[in-house]
């Protein structure tokens, strides 16, 4: 009960801090309040308006807020997100564009399982979605999740992709971003063995520790600094009464935040502090760049106790992964087994998270594969963000991953149309 009541007590200061800025906006905003001309009046509702929206915004999960796209007819057409596979613990979803011919390029993204929603991928979709059917991994909040569905470890999160891939067929290109990497090639993997003619076509693994030891960081230290029974004893609690998942055992994604906030809290708090000058002045906005990053950033979730101790055990301190040793259900998961599955790996030169060297490591446990099916690129400059969603990516990465996947894929692409305004 006492990390129950540890839930509470982190959930109730989020709610009394929301609150108090809340309180604060309203006061200062009353009509008496304009006769004063006193600037501390100002900065004090300013310092409400943006706390308010900060502590509202870590317990919402974004709305992917794609409503329309551009395809090549020049036209505007509309975007509907729909279900195709409903999980406890995750959906496969797929981005429909109405009124588009079915595309040939099908693409899985698999988006990360570390704090964040799958709507940290929103500008990755937006960069795909005109030339690509788009499905993506939408994991749930564990908080949300009763203790009825059981657990959900590495080796689940493994056994879904692999459902994924199944209901889409071979003809999919997978492509992972950071934490999924390594569980995403052990799918592959395991549908190499006992499901072959389900595999993708092509997978692109970016920025994941394949081997976090091949190029050490701030976060694979922490990894083997602690033990897993420290670990469980200082991150791990039990969701309270507030959600259905109370009583299950979770990484807390407040908990997490705090960890993301502490590693650069001189450049965080500068924000803040901007921030809360710019509304004083009347210079910000609903959708200025503080206010789009930080609705995504401060919006966590709660993960499955068994995913995180399960991850740190398995991938950080056991490299079972850059081992070859990974088994899903008593069952080694050879990666040896890949013959037919055309590899990219995408690194950054500054990625201080999953460190130059880190995925890489996939082509050298992929010796079924040819090295004609195997394709590197370290994007000079670029940080780990930056590789997946930033200009980096729009500018040299999506172009060369989608130069990959056609020149890899198991049906041939229909030639682009030259159309004609008359």
């Not at 929206?53 to 395809?71: D, F």
């Not at 290109?173 to 990497?181: H, L, S, T």
């Amino acid at each position: 009960m006492r990390f129950m009541a540890t839930y509470d007590l982190m959930e109730t200061i989020r709610n009394t801090n929301q609150w108090m800025a809340s309180s604060a906006s309203s006061i200062t905003s009353y009509p008496a309040f304009a006769a004063i001309p006193n600037p501390a009046l100002k900065l004090f509702g300013a310092w409400g308006e943006v706390m308010e929206r900060s502590y509202k915004r870590m317990v919402t999960k974004p709305s992917w807020g794609i409503y329309t796209v551009t395809c090549a007819d020049g036209r505007d057409h509309v975007v509907s997100v729909e279900t195709v596979l409903k999980r406890p613990f995750g959906d496969l979803i797929h981005f429909r564009v109405q009124g588009r011919e079915e595309k040939k390029r099908k693409i899985l993204l698999v988006a990360p399982m570390s704090g964040h929603y799958a709507t940290l991928c929103r500008s990755t979709v937006l960069s795909l979605l005109p030339d690509c059917e788009l499905y993506v991994t939408d994991w749930h909040n564990a908080r949300d999740i009763p203790v009825s569905e059981g657990k959900f470890d590495v080796e689940d999160y493994t056994l879904y992709l692999v459902d994924f891939m199944k209901e889409l067929g071979p003809d999919t290109n997978v492509i992972a971003i950071c934490q999924p990497a390594p569980l995403t090639l052990a799918a592959v993997a395991y549908l190499a063995e006992e499901a072959p003619e389900a595999q993708p076509a092509t997978m692109t693994l970016i920025g994941g520790p394949i081997d976090p030891d091949a190029t050490p960081t701030e976060v694979t230290d922490f990894g083997n600094r602690v033990t897993m029974g420290q670990l469980e004893e200082t991150m791990i609690q039990q969701v309270g009464f507030k959600y259905d998942g109370v009583g299950r055992k979770v990484y807390p994604g407040l908990l997490q935040l705090t960890s993301f906030i502490a590693m650069n809290a001189d450049r965080h708090a500068s924000a803040f502090v901007d921030q809360i000058f710019r509304v004083a002045r009347g210079e910000a906005s609903d959708h200025d760049h503080h206010n789009r990053f930080y609705d995504e950033y401060l919006a966590v979730m709660d993960m499955t106790a068994e995913f995180y101790l399960s991850t740190v055990e398995r991938i950080f301190k056991n490299c079972e992964i850059a081992k070859n040793e990974f088994t899903v259900n008593g069952k080694k998961v050879d990666i040896g087994a890949i013959t037919t599955v055309a590899v990219k790996t995408v690194e950054g030169e500054k990625d201080d998270i999953s460190a130059p060297g880190q995925c890489v490591a996939a082509l050298r446990l992929m010796t079924g594969v040819p090295d004609s099916k195997k394709s590197e690129h370290l994007e000079p400059g670029a940080g780990h963000y930056g590789i997946f969603a930033g200009s980096s990516w729009r500018n040299n990465i999506r172009p060369l991953v989608l130069e990959f996947i056609d020149a890899n894929a198991r049906k041939p692409l229909a030639k682009p149309q030259l159309v004609i305004n008359e």
